[in-house]
């Protein structure tokens, strides 16, 4: 019984997909995931806008996690940042999040990100308290502000 | 008397880093800034982290946005993030915030991006109304978590 972290395959894409939709779900938002399997294989292994890691033991997949690189005009270098982070029901409580927490940092270190980044609903404690424990720092001063649909269209002067 | 808003070149970078060491001081953080000529030089113009716009009045420097590219499983596509807007006090008021704005709207549109988005600290009330003018709606129930320097060492189990 071996936690084995690996690089996502375009063979993956319909599992991450489930995923997403499942980690949508478990966020309160089912319909928001306008994703398809072929959007999700263009940006990973197309355009490569982001990267994905699959957590699996003894070849059953326990959980991803999905990253991509941001940038910082205060440290002057990229970071990484985890868009979604998610580990099936059956195996929530095994270290799995932990696992895959310590395999992106390790990420980041190996590419000299200057920080570890991602974000976290204000109502899901059992998440910011498993985040405390890991060594993260709320950044509690910013609020994420976002355009888009129609009102990207507008702001463009576009419509 | 045009604005004019051009994309970044190297000979910009001295500027750039003037105008991110008076945004940190704006920002109440005016050591926060480790970046230099070279970490700038080499994320915008070597590695492509980011890339970086300039708006200037009869070549007079007003502003400047440095964004990049983060990507959603929601929508399934990359958005467009920007991490610095900067305006020179002489000229806010005058429009350059906005013109800033209406054109990376524009460059999310051009490539197709599904959000175009930003951090904003809580207690910056003016830059706040200015983004809901502007149609950018708030994200309140997402916070953001980091990890870096010994944090980081120590999550990856290198310390």
């Known amino acids: 019984m071996t936690l084995t972290i690996r690089p996502a395959t375009p063979q993956d894409v319909a599992l991450m997909l489930r995923f997403v939709r499942e980690l949508a779900e478990f966020e309160r938002e089912p319909d928001a995931v306008k994703a398809t399997e072929e959007s999700l294989t263009q940006a990973l292994f197309g355009e490569r806008s982001a990267e994905a890691v699959i957590a699996e033991q003894d070849r059953e997949p326990m959980g991803f996690a999905l990253f991509f690189h941001n940038f910082s005009t ?60 890991m060594g993260a720092e709320s950044m509690d001063e910013w609020r994420i502000r976002r355009v888009s649909g129609d009102a990207l269209v507008k702001l463009a002067g576009r419509s």
């Not at 095994?94 to 390790?106: E, I, K, M, N, P």
């Open 74 to 133: 205060w440290t002057g270098r990229k970071g990484l940042y985890l868009e979604d982070l998610y580990v099936t029901p059956e195996a929530r409580g095994s270290g799995v999040g932990t696992a895959l927490l310590r395999h992106l940092a390790g990420i980041a270190l190996d590419r000299d990100c200057g920080r570890f980044e991602w974000a976290v609903l204000d109502w899901n404690t059992p998440a910011i308290d498993f985040y405390s424990a």
